[in-house]
Each structure stands twice: as C-alpha cells, then as structure tokens.
C-alpha cells in the first residue's frame, strides 16, 4: 500500500540538541497526524494537524500542516534522552479515516 | 484522548493453533476500530477495519478467512489469527477512532506480539 516519505530515517544527536523531521505526500491529505513509538510499545499520539497552515505545539514538540496540504514537519526543541524512539506521521482524508503511515524516523541520542 | 488495551501483550503458539487478540476502548464507545500489523523495523500495515455490528473490512492482499475480526460491542474487537503459521509471527495493533468530522484523530493500542513456532 501508498506510504508517506519521511527523512531523515535515522538520526543520531547529542542531548540537548534540535530535531526536525518531515513527511512528504504525492496526494493530498486534509489531516495529519505524528505518532512516537517505543519498543515493543504502540504508537502514541502526539500531535494532531487539521488545517493547512496550521502550527501547533505539544511542550518542545512543535509540528506545521503544509500549505499544500502534502507534507508535514515535526521539530523538537533542547532534546532529552525520552525522545529516543521511532517517529512516525500519518494522514487521511475526511471520509475515508483509513491511515496511511510515513516510514518512520528512529531518533537516537548520543551520549 | 481514548484509552486502548490489548490482550494478551505476548503470545507465543504452536504452527496450526488459533490465537486470539482483544482490543478493548476503555473510555470510548468505537464504531469504528483499525488493525494493524507491522514487521521488525517497518511502520505500521493496515490490516482491516472493524466496525460495530458489521463485517470487517479488509485490505488487499489480507485473508479474511485466516484473521478472523469480531466487532461485537462498543468497547471490544477481536482479532482470531487461525491455523497460525511462523509467517504470522509479528506484532499486530489495534486503534480507536475518535472525534467528529474535522477533527478525528486515532489512538493505538499497546500492541500484541505473536511468536508461531
């Protein structure tokens, strides 16, 4: 099945440092979504987009629904060694709530 | 946001048993709930949607008549792998849909790993 493109795929930085990761789409979505996945755990919901444009903020998580409503990015602010995990953002449509899910991004911080 | 539990969190069974997986809203009433499987370092696969009080939907290429799903009430789906066979060996998770049109969103379940030896 269709999967979104997100990159980086893997990411190594040190604590404290910045993150940013996007997802990408041929199709138009009209809701996007980020999920963080631990081992052996599901994922969980991070940060809901509804409106192209729209920026929203989850404490250091921040993501923006792209105005072209194809893409999404998700940064995190002054790392902590928690954020370590598998990163993962999805979309559907209105009608259609199937997700489709972006490859994911595993986040590791160096000591 | 909803509340998902899935029992059992592991399961480990022989080739040709049946396994059974629930997944259970605990502070939402679901029409609608998602499953899914995924491999060792891969995303998430749809699976099937489940509906309450109908036939599940199923993806391409998924075997209705191997993964069998209950949607009997509200609060619980079931997903019975049967004649379970080392390639089903993976982690399957269910999702919540919640919210209204504009604003649905999903929430996962903690997840069920199958070992099929």
């Known amino acids: 099945g269709q999967q979104l493109n997100q990159s980086p795929q893997s990411m190594f930085i040190q604590e404290g440092e910045d993150v940013s990761m996007n997802c990408t789409s041929s199709s138009i979505f009209n809701t996007w979504l980020w999920y963080k996945q631990d081992p052996g755990e599901g994922p969980v919901l991070l940060i809901a987009?509804?409106?192209?444009?729209e920026l929203t903020s989850n404490g250091r998580l921040t993501a923006q629904f792209g105005i072209t409503r194809k893409d999404s990015f998700l940064n995190i602010s002054a790392s902590i060694p928690s954020d370590v995990g598998i990163y993962f953002c999805a979309a559907f449509n209105f009608g259609n709530e199937k997700l489709t899910f972006g490859t994911g991004t595993r986040l590791t911080i160096i000591p | 946001g909803a509340v998902v539990s899935q029992h059992p969190s592991w399961v480990i069974c022989k080739s040709g048993t049946s396994v059974k997986i629930e997944c259970r809203s605990l502070d939402f009433q679901a029409t609608t709930m998602f499953w899914y499987r995924q491999f060792p370092k891969q995303s998430l696969m749809l699976m099937a949607t489940?509906?309450?009080?109908?036939?599940?939907?199923?993806e391409q290429g998924v075997e209705k008549d191997k993964f069998l799903i209950n949607h009997a009430s509200l609060t619980l789906s079931t997903l019975t792998v049967t004649s379970a066979h080392p390639e089903d060996s993976s982690f399957y998770i269910c999702?919540?849909?919640?919210?209204?049109?504009?604003?649905?969103?999903?929430?996962f379940g903690p997840g069920t790993r199958l070992t099929v030896l």
């Open positions: 999702s919540v849909e919640t919210g209204t049109g504009g604003t649905d969103t999903q929430y």
């Open positions: 489940s509906n309450e009080g109908s036939k599940a939907t199923y």
């Open positions: 987009l509804y409106k192209a444009g």
